[in-house]
């Protein structure tokens, strides 16, 4: 197949990629734009090249399959340096996105236009590399050194527009892209060229600027080195000659490729574009969603409400009398109004999510809905009304979801006219925000089914991951033993603070004690309270301790920590150490806290995947890393703790 065409128009060359699906820099490409450089180079006919990509996008960055091959002649940053060094101007027309080694060649070229819906970035920190071919070096001489920083070392792409103010793009162009590139192309061979960007002079920022920067880029990255090893070389760019910068950044790059960050990171960018769609339901045809409702507007249904509407879905929420339906509306509002002020949504945007809402107390509203996700309190007596109401009112084929955290959803569905129709979804705080979906199908579920559920977490733009039946699922589970483990430190005499400091070193926002300060200690209290009232045998937490002692985090002013009025500040606490003094008893604890916390979810992940609740061990990676905050550059427990599955 050839990946690159040659046509003319007049006396412009126009070189078409088509590398389907997203024309990635394969070797073929790269030798096709290699030869594509001479043809036009010896043709006098020629006055200048458009650069443009057949299918969904540009050059959307290096090929994924060649990941961990040797590298194969044309190397990229060889062909970008040809391109620019052509003899003929090259215009690089974009559409889509220009992404990593698509960007850069880009930057080869003379000149950028793209379409305004078209974006453009250098997103390699993400993989845990810098970029390779010439990203650092080029850019800063392009777009000035803070438009660099900003693209390199946060690895986002930029819209068109933006793209265009910072200086990365030359023209954005409406409609037909060809032929805007082909009228820009004209109007520049008017002008005298400007110079190749490798020739531009870049500005030195002043003194402090790099100082600055290092501490912002160290305080956001916390702990992953790619995007200060970026910095350093967008340093190198602006103090070193051209070619000295270009093997500056050669030479980082092939150091971080090697590194276990980038390994982690490819680690999961491989897991997550496998989970939305698992090789067990491949030929299995997802259920239409059209319309969806949700019963329950508090803090999940409210969430998992907005997300269905960022998706566009409409969405029918149901709510036990109109007081409670006003208190979930007002919930909706909120979360759109915080929208907004974040400069997420406009407020027109705001408007329609809210308008696509049809609240009611009436179950017959629903009767027109292909899923409903019921969000109530969690009680199985609950539920189960709720369920009969569904089995009642809504179409047989509808499916009937329960996100539930702890019950068991075979005992939910039971008495369900049609079971079969019954999936678990389980969405995590803030439902329109957290990427992780558990996916929890009964024994009767379909398999339509358990696909609509996949489906709808890729319209929702989340992280869709099976789990099996088992008190807690995938990620509550492990939560347990975490929690469990770093309580063990504790009665070895390990302070609070410093696990909770080691696990923040080790890359989390927070630590397990913070963390459940953060979140409220009496939910997971009151349900071994209730498990205990069944006569299930739960030995006493030091947690328990302390919800007895009216300690449930930051909303009574004390936890784990103390809190002054008005603080999110932890503080560690003389009442806490009294209360806990009888069940501490120093003893040798593990040195590496961390090492040891992470051994532990890991070991609880292998017993899940023993137990068949997780398909495999890079579901359970996922699972941590977009429900539970663990740090993505670590690939995840199973990832760091050797199990690579
Ligand atoms: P919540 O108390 O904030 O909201 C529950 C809502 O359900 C309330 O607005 C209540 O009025 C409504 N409700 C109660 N009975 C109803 C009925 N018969 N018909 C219609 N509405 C009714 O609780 P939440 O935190 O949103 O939790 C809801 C469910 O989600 C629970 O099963 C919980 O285990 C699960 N969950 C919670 C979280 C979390 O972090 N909060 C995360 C995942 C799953």
Known sequence: MTVTTLSRQGAIAIVTVNNPPVNALSQALRQGLWDAVATCDADPDIRAVVLICAGRTFIAGADVSEFGKPPMEPHLPDLVNR?????????????????????????????????????????????????????????????????????????????????QSMGLLDAVVTGDLLQGALDFTLTALEQPLPLPISERPVAAPAPEFWAEQQTAIA???????????????????????????????????????????????????????????????????????????????????????????????????????????????????????????????????????????????????????????????????????????????????????????????????????????????????????????????????????????????????????????????????????????????????????????????????MGPFEAQDLGGLDIAFLQREAARASGQDVPETLGDLLVRAGRKGQKTGAGWYDYAPGDRTPRPSDAVAKLLADRIMPTAAPTDIAAYLVAEMAAEGQAILADGIARNAADIDLVKIHGYGFPRWRGGPMFASGTRG
């Open 83 to 163: 391109i620019e060094a052509a003899a003929k101007p090259w215009v690089a027309a974009i559409h889509g996105s220009a992404l990593g080694g698509g960007f850069e060649v880009a930057m080869g070229c003379r000149f950028r236009a793209a379409l305004d819906t078209a974006s453009v970035g250098l997103p390699e920190v993400g993989l845990g590399i810098v970029p390779g071919a010439s990203g650092t070096v080029r850019t800063p001489r392009l777009a000035g050194v803070a438009a660099a920083v900003e693209l390199v070392t946060t690895g986002k792409p930029l819209g068109a527009a933006k793209a």
């Open 219 to 509: 305080r956001r990255a916390k702990g992953e080195a790619a995007p200060l090893r970026a910095l350093d070389c967008l340093r190198k760019a602006t103090e070193a000659p051209f070619a000295e910068a270009l093997a500056f950044e050669r030479a980082t790059f092939l150091d971080l490729r090697g590194s276990e960050q980038a390994a982690a990171l490819r680690h999961v960018f491989f897991a997550e574009r496998a989970a939305p769609r698992p090789a067990h339901l491949a030929g299995v045809p997802p259920l239409p969603l059209r319309h969806t409702g949700v019963i329950g507007g508090g803090t999940m249904g409210a969430g998992i409400a907005a997300a269905l509407r960022d998706a566009d879905l409409p969405v029918v929420l149901i709510e036990r009398d109109a007081e409670a339906l006003a208190r979930g509306v007002a919930n909706l509002r909120s979360i759109f109004d915080a929208a907004v002020k974040r400069g997420r949504l406009t407020a027109d945007q705001a408007e329609a999510r809210m308008a696509g809402i049809t609240p009611s107390t009436d179950y017959a509203a629903l009767s027109d809905t292909d899923l409903v996700i019921e969000a109530v309190f969690e009680d199985l007596s609950v539920k189960h009304a709720v369920f009969d109401a569904l089995g009642r009112f809504c179409r047989s084929d509808a499916v009937l979801a329960t996100n539930t955290s702890y019950l068991d959803p075979r005992r939910i569905a039971e008495g369900l006219p049609n079971p079969a129709r019954f999936i678990g979804l389980h969405f995590f705080s803030p439902a329109n925000v957290m990427k992780l979906l558990e996916i929890v199908p009964v024994p009767e579920t379909a398999p339509e089914v358990l696909a609509t559920g996949f489906a709808l977490g890729r319209a929702l733009g989340k992280i869709p991951v099976q789990a099996g039946i088992c008190e807690g699922f995938i990620g509550n589970r492990i939560l347990k033993r975490y929690r469990m483990a770093a309580e063990s430190l504790l009665r070895k005499g390990v302070t609070i603070a410093k696990i909770d400091a080691a696990m923040r070193s080790y890359g989390f926002a």
